[in-house]
């Protein structure tokens, strides 16, 4: 499949071109760190960030694309599902 843009450098703000799903864990780090975190099911989601911040978003709706840098899905305090980081 032809891709006109395979010779562009992706920045932050380009479309994700992979994903995985995320299990929140309260000591494992994710894969890898995340341009931005899709929320499927509505909750809050604990994270900590790339700079080492942890916080609590509450409140998510469903289908709702958080562009964060997340290293880490905490366990405690997530209460939102359906979880992809995305890259």
């Known amino acids: 499949m032809p891709d006109r843009f395979t ?51 509450s409140g998510v709706p469903a289908g709702t694309l958080l562009p964060i840098r997340a290293r880490r899905v905490l366990a405690t305090g997530t209460t939102a599902g359906a979880l992809v980081g995305l890259l």
């Open 7 to 57: 010779n562009l450098n992706p920045g932050l703000d380009s479309p994700a071109s992979h994903g995985f799903a995320i299990t929140p864990h309260d000591s494992n780090e994710l894969a890898e760190v995340t341009r931005a975190v899709y929320v499927g099911t509505a909750g809050a989601l604990a994270v900590t960030l790339l700079s080492g911040a942890e916080t609590i978003l």
